[in-house]
Protein backbone atom coordinates (compact mmCIF):
# COMPACT_ATOMS: atom_id res chain seq x y z
CA UNK A 1 0.00 0.00 0.00
CA UNK A 2 1.48 3.45 -0.77
CA UNK A 3 -0.25 6.71 0.43
CA UNK A 4 1.28 10.13 -0.49
CA UNK A 5 1.49 12.80 2.45
CA UNK A 6 1.34 16.25 2.42
CA UNK A 7 3.49 18.60 4.69
CA UNK A 8 2.57 22.20 5.53
CA UNK A 9 4.57 25.60 6.96
CA UNK A 10 6.57 24.41 9.82
CA UNK A 11 6.22 20.72 9.31
CA UNK A 12 7.56 21.32 5.72
CA UNK A 13 10.69 23.49 6.66
CA UNK A 14 11.75 21.43 9.29
CA UNK A 15 11.33 18.09 7.30
CA UNK A 16 13.06 19.95 3.91
CA UNK A 17 10.31 19.22 1.68
CA UNK A 18 6.20 19.26 1.20
CA UNK A 19 5.40 15.75 -0.36
CA UNK A 20 6.73 12.22 0.11
CA UNK A 21 5.50 8.67 -0.40
CA UNK A 22 4.85 6.10 1.93
CA UNK A 23 5.06 2.42 1.06
CA UNK A 24 3.51 -0.32 3.19
CA UNK A 25 2.86 -4.36 2.79
CA UNK A 26 -0.21 -4.96 0.89
CA UNK A 27 -2.61 -6.37 3.43
CA UNK A 28 -1.46 -4.54 6.17
CA UNK A 29 -3.91 -2.13 8.72
CA UNK A 30 -3.03 0.76 8.72
CA UNK A 31 -3.91 3.69 10.07
CA UNK A 32 -3.37 7.77 10.57
CA UNK A 33 -1.22 6.74 13.41
CA UNK A 34 0.92 4.66 11.47
CA UNK A 35 1.51 7.76 9.25
CA UNK A 36 2.76 9.77 11.94
CA UNK A 37 5.07 7.11 13.81
CA UNK A 38 6.50 6.73 10.14
CA UNK A 39 7.19 10.26 9.91
CA UNK A 40 8.39 11.07 13.47
CA UNK A 41 10.88 7.83 13.04
CA UNK A 42 11.90 9.35 9.86
CA UNK A 43 12.50 12.86 10.97
CA UNK A 44 13.06 13.29 14.59
CA UNK A 45 12.98 16.94 14.81
CA UNK A 46 9.24 16.90 14.40
CA UNK A 47 8.20 14.91 17.13
CA UNK A 48 6.98 17.61 19.05
CA UNK A 49 5.50 19.52 15.96
CA UNK A 50 4.01 16.20 15.23
CA UNK A 51 2.58 15.30 18.73
CA UNK A 52 0.32 18.60 18.08
CA UNK A 53 -0.62 18.13 14.68
CA UNK A 54 -3.63 17.06 13.13
CA UNK A 55 -4.03 14.80 10.03
CA UNK A 56 -6.21 14.61 6.93
CA UNK A 57 -7.20 12.06 4.52
CA UNK A 58 -8.89 12.67 1.42
CA UNK A 59 -9.14 16.79 2.37
CA UNK A 60 -11.06 15.66 5.57
CA UNK A 61 -10.02 16.21 9.32
CA UNK A 62 -9.50 12.16 10.72
CA UNK A 63 -8.88 10.89 13.92
CA UNK A 64 -5.40 8.95 14.12
CA UNK A 65 -7.68 5.63 14.35
CA UNK A 66 -8.25 6.16 10.79
CA UNK A 67 -8.02 3.50 8.66
CA UNK A 68 -6.36 3.99 5.24
CA UNK A 69 -6.35 2.52 1.46
CA UNK A 70 -4.11 2.46 -1.41
CA UNK A 71 -3.65 5.46 -2.83
CA UNK A 72 -4.95 8.10 0.00
CA UNK A 73 -3.88 11.58 0.13
CA UNK A 74 -2.46 12.45 3.47
CA UNK A 75 -1.78 16.27 4.54
CA UNK A 76 -0.42 16.61 8.16
CA UNK A 77 -2.41 20.29 9.72
CA UNK A 78 0.56 21.78 11.44
CA UNK A 79 -0.38 23.22 14.90
CA UNK A 80 -1.04 26.70 15.64
CA UNK A 81 2.24 27.66 16.04
CA UNK A 82 6.00 26.94 15.81
CA UNK A 83 8.73 26.85 12.76
CA UNK A 84 12.23 27.27 12.64
CA UNK A 85 14.13 30.87 12.03
CA UNK A 86 15.31 30.25 8.01
CA UNK A 87 14.06 30.17 4.36
CA UNK A 88 11.54 27.58 3.67
CA UNK A 89 13.43 24.82 1.61
CA UNK A 90 13.53 25.62 -2.24
CA UNK A 91 11.08 22.92 -3.55
CA UNK A 92 8.02 24.41 -1.41
CA UNK A 93 5.63 26.79 -3.09
CA UNK A 94 2.27 27.34 -1.62
CA UNK A 95 -0.79 25.97 -3.55
CA UNK A 96 -2.65 28.78 -4.44
CA UNK A 97 -4.89 29.64 -7.59
CA UNK A 98 -6.41 32.49 -8.78
CA UNK A 99 -6.25 35.60 -10.84
CA UNK A 100 -8.39 38.73 -11.30
CA UNK A 101 -12.17 38.69 -9.79
CA UNK A 102 -12.97 36.17 -8.03
CA UNK A 103 -16.28 34.54 -8.87
CA UNK A 104 -16.61 31.69 -6.34
CA UNK A 105 -18.05 31.43 -2.57
CA UNK A 106 -15.01 30.44 -1.50
CA UNK A 107 -11.45 30.70 -3.08
CA UNK A 108 -7.91 31.35 -2.23
CA UNK A 109 -5.81 33.93 -4.17
CA UNK A 110 -2.72 35.16 -4.58
CA UNK A 111 -3.34 38.86 -6.02
CA UNK A 112 -5.30 41.74 -3.73
CA UNK A 113 -8.73 41.43 -2.36
CA UNK A 114 -11.11 44.26 -2.89
CA UNK A 115 -14.25 44.96 -0.19
CA UNK A 116 -15.95 46.58 -3.25
CA UNK A 117 -15.43 43.32 -5.05
CA UNK A 118 -17.02 40.85 -2.05
CA UNK A 119 -20.25 43.73 -1.13
CA UNK A 120 -20.98 43.33 -5.30
CA UNK A 121 -20.45 39.41 -5.11
CA UNK A 122 -22.72 38.88 -2.10
CA UNK A 123 -25.39 41.88 -2.46
CA UNK A 124 -28.66 40.59 -3.47
CA UNK A 125 -32.63 41.84 -4.25
CA UNK A 126 -33.55 40.34 -0.70
CA UNK A 127 -30.75 41.63 1.44
CA UNK A 128 -31.42 44.18 3.74
CA UNK A 129 -28.31 44.37 5.28
CA UNK A 130 -24.64 43.69 3.84
CA UNK A 131 -21.33 43.06 6.31
CA UNK A 132 -17.84 42.77 4.72
CA UNK A 133 -15.18 41.97 6.93
CA UNK A 134 -11.58 42.61 6.04
CA UNK A 135 -8.82 41.05 8.05
CA UNK A 136 -5.81 43.26 7.53
CA UNK A 137 -2.25 43.12 8.31
CA UNK A 138 -1.15 44.80 11.70
CA UNK A 139 2.25 46.19 12.27
CA UNK A 140 1.85 45.40 16.00
CA UNK A 141 1.06 42.33 17.55
CA UNK A 142 1.65 42.08 21.40
CA UNK A 143 4.19 44.64 21.24
CA UNK A 144 6.54 43.11 18.75
CA UNK A 145 6.43 44.80 15.49
CA UNK A 146 5.88 43.11 12.25
CA UNK A 147 7.89 43.75 8.84
CA UNK A 148 5.39 41.75 6.74
CA UNK A 149 3.67 38.08 6.69
CA UNK A 150 3.90 35.19 4.26
CA UNK A 151 0.22 33.28 4.40
CA UNK A 152 0.60 29.84 3.19
CA UNK A 153 -2.82 27.19 1.82
CA UNK A 154 -3.46 24.04 1.47
CA UNK A 155 -5.63 25.43 -1.62
CA UNK A 156 -8.01 22.43 -2.03
CA UNK A 157 -8.59 21.81 1.12
CA UNK A 158 -9.09 25.17 2.34
CA UNK A 159 -11.63 25.82 -0.34
CA UNK A 160 -13.24 23.19 0.93
CA UNK A 161 -13.41 23.91 4.48
CA UNK A 162 -14.94 27.60 3.58
CA UNK A 163 -17.34 25.88 1.15
CA UNK A 164 -18.36 24.44 4.68
CA UNK A 165 -18.52 26.94 6.38
CA UNK A 166 -21.04 28.98 3.87
CA UNK A 167 -22.90 26.17 3.68
CA UNK A 168 -23.45 25.63 6.97
CA UNK A 169 -24.07 29.79 7.86
CA UNK A 170 -27.05 29.27 5.43
CA UNK A 171 -28.62 26.51 7.31
CA UNK A 172 -27.79 28.99 10.39
CA UNK A 173 -29.31 32.09 8.95
CA UNK A 174 -31.85 31.20 6.05
CA UNK A 175 -31.74 33.79 2.80
CA UNK A 176 -28.31 34.88 3.36
CA UNK A 177 -24.96 34.73 1.10
CA UNK A 178 -22.02 34.02 2.48
CA UNK A 179 -18.92 33.86 0.81
CA UNK A 180 -15.31 33.09 2.27
CA UNK A 181 -12.08 34.63 0.49
CA UNK A 182 -8.01 34.29 1.61
CA UNK A 183 -5.11 35.70 0.29
CA UNK A 184 -1.99 33.49 -0.06
CA UNK A 185 1.78 34.64 -0.58
CA UNK A 186 3.67 37.80 1.15
CA UNK A 187 1.39 40.60 2.64
CA UNK A 188 2.67 43.74 3.46
CA UNK A 189 1.62 46.14 6.53
CA UNK A 190 -2.18 46.94 5.70
CA UNK A 191 -3.00 44.56 2.73
CA UNK A 192 -5.91 42.76 3.24
CA UNK A 193 -5.42 38.84 4.25
CA UNK A 194 -9.19 37.92 3.61
CA UNK A 195 -12.16 39.07 3.60
CA UNK A 196 -15.62 37.44 4.61
CA UNK A 197 -19.21 38.91 3.22
CA UNK A 198 -22.50 38.17 4.24
CA UNK A 199 -25.54 39.76 2.57
CA UNK A 200 -28.98 38.80 4.51
CA UNK A 201 -32.41 40.06 4.99
CA UNK A 202 -31.31 41.64 8.34
CA UNK A 203 -28.97 43.07 9.82
CA UNK A 204 -28.49 41.41 13.12
CA UNK A 205 -28.25 37.80 10.91
CA UNK A 206 -25.58 39.44 8.98
CA UNK A 207 -23.61 40.37 11.59
CA UNK A 208 -23.96 36.54 13.48
CA UNK A 209 -23.16 34.75 10.47
CA UNK A 210 -20.31 36.96 9.70
CA UNK A 211 -19.16 36.29 12.90
CA UNK A 212 -19.30 32.69 12.97
CA UNK A 213 -17.76 32.32 9.75
CA UNK A 214 -14.71 34.23 10.51
CA UNK A 215 -14.43 32.32 13.72
CA UNK A 216 -14.89 28.55 12.53
CA UNK A 217 -12.37 30.17 9.58
CA UNK A 218 -9.65 30.48 12.01
CA UNK A 219 -10.47 27.56 13.75
CA UNK A 220 -10.86 24.98 10.49
CA UNK A 221 -9.29 26.28 7.66
CA UNK A 222 -5.80 24.93 6.91
CA UNK A 223 -4.04 28.07 6.23
CA UNK A 224 -1.02 29.51 8.34
CA UNK A 225 0.68 33.19 8.32
CA UNK A 226 4.65 33.16 8.88
CA UNK A 227 5.35 36.76 11.18
CA UNK A 228 8.62 37.84 10.33
CA UNK A 229 9.29 40.69 13.13
CA UNK A 230 11.66 43.54 12.65
CA UNK A 231 14.00 41.84 16.04
CA UNK A 232 14.67 39.18 13.12
CA UNK A 233 12.73 36.82 14.49
CA UNK A 234 10.16 34.41 12.53
CA UNK A 235 7.05 32.63 13.70
CA UNK A 236 4.75 30.50 12.07
CA UNK A 237 1.10 31.12 13.83
CA UNK A 238 -1.96 28.74 12.47
CA UNK A 239 -5.80 27.90 13.72
CA UNK A 240 -6.43 30.18 16.86
CA UNK A 241 -7.90 29.16 19.91
CA UNK A 242 -8.55 25.53 21.14
CA UNK A 243 -8.10 23.37 18.25
CA UNK A 244 -10.06 20.45 17.29
CA UNK A 245 -11.10 20.78 13.76
CA UNK A 246 -12.61 17.00 13.92
CA UNK A 247 -15.34 18.35 16.12
CA UNK A 248 -16.18 21.38 13.99
CA UNK A 249 -17.75 21.92 10.50
Known amino acids: MRVTVRLFAAVAE ?27 DSFPALHDLLARAWFARGQEYATLETRLTDGDDIAVIP ?14 EPPVSGAGDITALAAVVTHELRPEAMHSFVLHRTAGAV ?3 AGTVREFTKGRQTLYLQYEAYADMAVKKMEDIASE ?12 WHRAGQLAITEISVLIGVAAPHRKDAFAAAQYA ?8 PIWKK ?14 GEWNPVEQV
Open 14 to 40: VAGQSNLKLEWPDGQDVRLVDVRTRLA
Open 227 to 240: EFYADGEIEWQGPE
Open 214 to 221: LDTLKQTV
Open 79 to 92: PVSGGQDRAPAANF
Open 169 to 180: CRKRWPDSTVAL
Open 131 to 133: VVF
